[in-house]
């Protein structure tokens, strides 16, 4: 590869400041690399947000990079150098850039906490999804079972109560042959 490979890339005015899908699937902007919205907000003394802005503004050189459901944005450290010496230049001295970085450190630990919690929600939230699938399903089979030990039952109950009345009608019968004398029972009489 030559060194034109490895130079930032330019964007014409038209263009939305973002890296192309080629840069995005891991050839880098620079020699330098890539670091993390929340470190070049710190360098800069700015918020995350304002560096998404950089990066749309075309001050910036950017890429999205996906962590499973997860969305972020990169920003080429090359580009970063730049941006932050041409913002020296302009008059956002040390000074500024200090005075804004606790600022900043505090509301991105906030944001990483309230990004943290959300996820710890999100997990919690599907383990209670799929729990509660888990005792749906247990409940509509215990009820099928009981509904078919219901009908089991009740047949058995028909049953018995049909055997009970057969047994009468036997015994009923036995009694009757019993009252007819012997030789009336021997002669058909």
Do not use: C, Y
């Amino acid at each position: 590869m030559g060194d034109s490979d490895h130079e930032p890339r330019t964007v014409e005015p038209t263009d939305t400041r973002r890296t192309s899908p080629a840069e995005s699937a891991g050839q880098s902007a620079g020699e330098s690399g890539w670091t993390t919205t929340d470190v070049a907000a710190s360098a800069l003394g700015v918020s995350p947000r304002s560096v998404r802005r950089f990066i749309d503004r075309g001050e910036l050189i950017g890429r999205k990079v996906k962590s499973g459901i997860v969305e972020s944005w990169e920003v080429s450290i090359d580009s970063l150098h730049r941006l932050r010496d041409k913002r020296e230049v302009e008059g956002h001295t040390e000074g500024q850039v200090r005075r804004n970085v606790s600022r900043v450190s505090v509301e991105a630990e906030g944001a990483a906490d309230m990004a943290d919690m959300v996820r710890e929600l999100t997990a919690e939230l599907l383990r209670s999804t799929s729990e509660a699938t888990e005792l749906r399903t247990r409940l509509e089979l215990t009820e099928r079972t009981e509904s078919s030990l219901r009908e089991d039952l009740e047949r058995v109950r028909e049953e018995r109560q049909q055997h009970q009345e057969e047994a009468q009608r036997l015994r009923e019968e036995l009694e009757a042959e019993r009252s007819k004398g012997f030789w009336r029972r021997l002669f058909g009489g």
